[in-house]
């Protein structure tokens, strides 16, 4: 008789590859979440700023106005279209500004150690220890607020992250065979880190940039419900919070539409960081 038998590290392999259905929910949501920042002007149903006091503080289910309205009579689905796109911009260009700040920094310090080294670590303790969102408003109250002021000042959110994690792998590579034997055969230091030591070092650094991302949103977010984040006529997630806040109790719609896409995006993309992190850790 014939046993047919279920090969183990094919099966294996296959149930790792599934998607878990939380992990395949979040990316789903994410992605609609970058349709609607690109074809912004596609999906708005009305201009953000056109006003129709006939139909102030309609109920979410009014014909032509899915999510209701607000207290100017402003579309809330249009407005809150808008405001994922102000919010995904600013995230996004704050984390690859962070990123890319923070792991220069680390190889900086790898690379010269000595004085370098420690001039790095001292303002990555500084940068730890300083209250980012009391520092934010100082500077966004004395420069003012703008779409460039606001990825630049969030582009400095966490970038000591990236600093020691490079700073250390860096460390652990260059002392590797691989790195000194580049290294013998003649290639410039910056070849060296670019081709050999961050292709090593990259997926720790996505991870990073996935848990830092939905930070950076509620950071902005919180800037934006203090009135000193995305200034009107534009509109973020945060500032529909903001401005929403003062008719909780008559229309909690305008509030709580905004919140909620707050509260499922940075949960959506913590759970796919999470499941990002255990793909690519070897160790797991």
């Keep these: 008789m014939t046993v047919t038998t279920v090969n183990p590290p094919r099966f294996a392999k296959r149930r790792r590859a599934r998607l878990p259905f939380t992990v395949q929910l979040a990316l789903f949501w994410l992605l609609a979440m970058v349709i609607c920042a690109l074809f912004v002007d596609l999906l708005r149903p009305y201009p953000i700023t056109q006003m129709n006091l006939s139909t102030r503080l309609a109920p979410p289910g009014t014909p032509g106005h ?3 309205t607000d207290e100017l009579g402003r579309d809330v689905l249009s407005r809150l279209i808008q405001s994922v796109r102000s919010s995904l911009v600013i995230a996004f260009g704050a984390t690859l500004l962070s990123a890319f700040f923070g792991t220069l920094l680390g190889f900086m310090a790898a690379k010269f150690r000595g004085v370098v080294e420690h001039v790095v670590v001292m303002l990555a303790d500084f940068q730890a220890a300083l209250p980012f969102l009391i520092m ?11 779409m460039l002021l606001l990825v630049c000042l969030m582009g400095f959110y966490g970038w000591e992250r990236y600093a020691r994690i490079t700073r250390g792998l860096a460390i652990s590579a260059s002392a590797q065979g691989y790195a000194a034997a580049v290294v013998q055969l003649g290639a410039k230091p ?3 880190y670019l081709r050999h030591i961050l292709p090593n070092v990259a997926s720790t650094l996505i991870v990073s940039m996935t848990l830092t991302f939905p930070e950076i949103i509620l950071m902005e977010s919180s800037l934006s419900f203090l009135g000193l984040g995305v200034q009107p006529p534009d509109t973020s997630l945060g500032n529909m919070v903001g401005f929403g806040r003062e008719y ?3 229309a909690p719609w305008i509030m709580l539409s905004p919140a909620v896409v707050i509260v499922l995006t940075t949960l959506a993309i913590s759970l796919a960081g999470d499941w990002l992190r255990d793909r690519l850790d070897p160790t797991l």
């Design 190 to 192: 910056s070849r060296v």
């Design 66 to 68: 899915w999510l209701g």
């Design 248 to 250: 909780l109790t008559t």
């Design 136 to 146: 934010s408003l100082a500077v966004l109250a004395f420069f003012g607020s703008s």
